[in-house]
T-cell receptor, first 113, second 114 residues
Framework: KNQVEQSPQSLIILEGKNCTLQCNYTVSPFSNLRWYKQDTGRGPVSLTIMTFSENTKSNGRYTATLDADTKQSSLHITASQLSDSASYICVVNLNTGFQKLVFGTGTRLLVSP | GAVVSQHPSWVICKSGTSVKIECRSLDFQATTMFWYRQFPKQSLMLMATSNEGSKATYEQGVEKDKFLINHASLTLSTLTVTSAHPEDSSFYIC??????????FGSGTRLTVV
C-alpha cells in the first residue's frame, strides 16, 4: 500500500467549475507536505508547501488544506481553466534527519471546455 | 525556489549507446541534487542523490554502474545512462533542494532507446 494515497485517480470537470483533490498519508513524522502540478512531459512545479502546523495555504486559485491529526490534505482549485489540465502530486517530506520525499500516486485532472 | 535547467529535453538513442543528461542549478549553489525516473502514469521514483565532490547515493535496485552520476561543481550534476536498452526508456527528472526546504524540479528529459 502506497504511503501517500491520492484520490481520485483521474477527474474530468468543466471549465469554470471548482474541484477538490484529496491526499491521505500514513508516513510520519513529516516536516512538510507539498502539492505539485505536473504538465505532461514536464517536471513538477510547486504549488504549495505546508508545515505540520499550518492548516491552509493559498496560491492564486489553488488552496491547500492540511489536517495533521487525520493525516489528510486537500487541494482545491477554484474557477478551473483549461490550462489546469495536468497531474497533481501530493508529496510528503519526511523528517528523518535528512530530507526524503514520498510521492503520491497523483490525480490526473482534465478540464473540458 | 532555485531555477533548474535540464538538458536535453528529449533524446533518442540506439540500444547499446550511452546518453548524458545535464542538470544545472542556475541561481543556487546546490551541494545536493536528486535524480528521478518516471514511467508513464506513475509517480516519480528517486534513483539517486548526487553529492557535490563525493560519490552519489543510489536507491536500492538502481545499478550504479549503469546510471553514472557526476556532481563536479555546485551548479552541475550529470546522469549518464550507459549501454542503454529499451527498458531504460523513461522520463528522467532532476531536482535541487533550495532554501527553506524548497525543491525545484528540472523540466525533465524524455529518453527513448530504440
Amino acid at each position: 500500500k502506497n504511503q501517500v494515497e491520492q484520490s481520485p485517480q483521474s477527474l474530468i470537470i468543466l471549465e469554470g467549475k471548482n474541484c477538490t483533490l484529496q491526499c491521505n498519508y500514513t508516513v510520519s513524522p513529516f516536516s512538510n507536505l507539498r502539492w505539485y502540478k505536473q504538465d505532461t512531459g514536464r517536471g513538477p512545479v510547486s504549488l504549495t508547501i505546508m508545515t505540520f502546523s499550518e492548516n491552509t495555504k493559498s496560491n492564486g486559485r489553488y488552496t491547500a488544506t492540511l489536517d495533521a491529526d487525520t493525516k489528510q490534505s486537500s487541494l482545491h482549485i477554484t474557477a478551473s481553466q483549461l490550462s489546469d489540465s495536468a497531474s497533481y502530486i501530493c508529496v510528503v517530506n519526511l523528517n528523518t534527519g535528512f530530507q526524503k520525499l514520498v510521492f503520491g500516486t497523483g490525480t490526473r485532472l482534465l478540464v473540458s471546455p | 525556489g532555485a531555477v533548474v535547467s535540464q538538458h536535453p529535453s528529449w533524446v533518442i538513442c540506439k540500444s547499446g549507446t550511452s546518453v548524458k543528461i545535464e542538470c544545472r542549478s542556475l541561481d543556487f549553489q546546490a551541494t545536493t541534487m536528486f535524480w528521478y525516473r518516471q514511467f508513464p502514469k506513475q509517480s516519480l521514483m528517486l534513483m539517486a542523490t548526487s553529492n557535490e565532490g563525493s560519490k552519489a547515493t543510489y536507491e536500492q535496485g538502481v545499478e550504479k554502474d549503469k546510471f553514472l552520476i557526476n556532481h563536479a561543481s555546485l551548479t552541475l550534476s550529470t546522469l549518464t545512462v550507459t549501454s542503454a536498452h529499451p527498458e531504460d526508456s523513461s522520463f528522467y527528472i532532476c531536482s535541487v533542494e533550495g532554501l527553506n526546504y524548497g525543491y525545484t524540479f528540472g523540466s525533465g528529459t524524455r529518453l527513448t532507446v530504440v
